[in-house]
């Protein structure tokens, strides 16, 4: 139904002017075909054309599709369109939400134009994020190769591999799904965080709609790369793809995308998206090898439901994964950390120093993009988490060769009074040594010691004259190094949380006075 400028109506109710202009927006956004929209009704998915009428831009409008569970509906927005930077745009969002009992928005932004997205309601999280668009129309997408892929396809052409592609034979897509583990499991071991769905059903409903093809790189019958490609009329998607280790060593992934991209050409389409991948990572550098241009964009999340069903499904996650946590909120806890002080003018026993080690500030993007080891894959999470918490980013690492060794970060007193709950209350030229880590390797060597005293050094020469560090009384390894750091203990905090309460933090601070000079 389109009242006045606002455009909300459920695909398939027979509302013509909503559903042309999809087919219309469809031409260049594969999210927002009507083959997409009867995909995701094919997996059980509500649809719904969700617009703006516009006196600058027109009609525009995108594909939102719901998804419901026990205690939660979702309505997921895959490619926001450029009207969502228009509150107006939200309203018509509100107004769904209230129509379906909507708990959680996720707004995504695949294949997005670039815009301002605006603070959304509920906003729970926001990211940065980037696509590689190779531009078709502007010639040969084999003309904008890199060096060392024009090698690959060179060498996956001489060993004879050839391109097969199909909409109806979905067999092939357990080939796919074989393929994506291997590439999964490969980049898992380089130290990225990411995860593969096995399940071939949604991949089959995209195909079977007419808005997907499957394209495999082959050699006799064994196949070695696989992509899957979301089409429209002048655009294609690279959605999910995977690669076994021989088809990467012959050059069959840079052959087979390369491929894509000529056939896309020839068939008239303007761009080949190749999806995202995160700043730095493995995947970005084997997309930038294929001359796209980078577009940066913006997602969220968003809970827009009751409080007491957010806090009953954080009691049902927590009774599954952590129910002494869930006990703890239910009868209340109470922590002691004990508190350590330098003074950063008088200098300490100097800690043995570690060879090749150098200490350098980490920014938000290097975060972002901080590859996490085998045996610590939340490691970005954890550093986030505290991007999150103090807004910018304090971190500073401990870089051995090419090796991430320990992270720390530096507080100053105006981030240390923003956290909540506040433990230290810091007065002007003091700061806070914390979140730190090493990593298992480096670990009984004494690096944590020097990088206190490199911080507390650096400290010094940003003007700041005094140094606190905390850790859990039953920390006795963290107690030592920052002892060996030379740092003195002043005293402790005790945490309190009241029961059902676990937001509420009572702070009880026993810490010896500063002596007057």
Known sequence: MMNS????????????????????????????????????????????????????????????????????????????????RDTRFWEVVDRLCERAGVTDIVAGSFNSTPFELPTLRGELSRHTRQEFVVRLSAGDPASLL??????????????????????????????????????????????????????????????????????????????????????????????????????????????????????LREEGRETFNLGGAAEGSSLARFKLGFGPEIIVLSEAACYVGPKWKTKLRSAIRLMRSDRQRLVSILTGSSSRMLVFRVETAAGSAPVPPIPDAQLEPLNEDQLAALPCPVDDPDLRDRQMEHLRRFGKSYAYRIRVGDTTAHISWLLPSS????????????????????????????????????????????????????????????????????????????????????????????IRRTLAPLLKT
């Open 5 to 84: 400028d606002q455009i909300l109506a459920k695909l398939g109710r027979g509302d013509p002017d909503s559903e042309a202009l999809l087919t219309r927006l469809g031409e260049a956004n594969p999210f927002c075909t009507v083959e997409y929209g009867r995909a995701m009704q094919a997996l059980g998915r509500e649809v719904w054309i969700v617009g703006l009428q516009s006196s600058l831009s027109g009609r525009d409008a995108t594909l939102g599709c719901i998804k419901k569970g026990r205690l939660s509906v979702e309505l997921e927005f895959l490619s926001l369109p450029v009207i969502a």
């Open 146 to 263: 890199g060096s060392n892929h024009k090698r690959n396809v060179k060498k996956a052409q001489k060993a004879g591999v050839k391109i097969r592609r199909t909409r109806e034979k979905l067999e092939w897509l357990s080939e796919h799904t074989a393929l994506m583990s291997h590439s999964a499991q490969r980049r898992i071991a380089r130290g990225e965080s990411i995860s593969v769905d096995a399940d071939t059903k949604p991949y089959g409903a995209l195909m079977q709609s007419g808005a997907a093809e499957l394209f495999q790189a082959v050699l006799g019958e064994n196949v070695l790369s696989s992509v899957l490609v979301l089409q429209s009329a002048r655009t294609g998607y690279y959605q999910s793809a995977g690669s076994s280790p021989e088809g990467m060593n012959m050059g069959a992934s840079h052959f087979l995308i390369s491929g894509i991209a000529g056939v």
């Open 415 to 506: 981030a240390v009074a923003s956290d909540v709950p506040a433990v230290l209350a810091l007065q002007e030229g003091e700061a806070e040594i914390t979140g730190c880590e090493t990593a298992a390797e480096f670990r009984g060597k004494g690096l944590y010691g020097y990088a206190i005293q490199c911080l507390a050094s650096l400290a010094r020469d940003q003007g700041i004259r005094r140094i606190y560090m905390k850790t859990l009384d039953t920390n006795v390894a963290s107690q030592r190094g920052i002892q060996k750091a030379g740092l003195s203990l002043i005293g402790s905090v005790r945490l309190i949380h009241p029961p059902l309460a676990p937001s509420c933090t009572i």
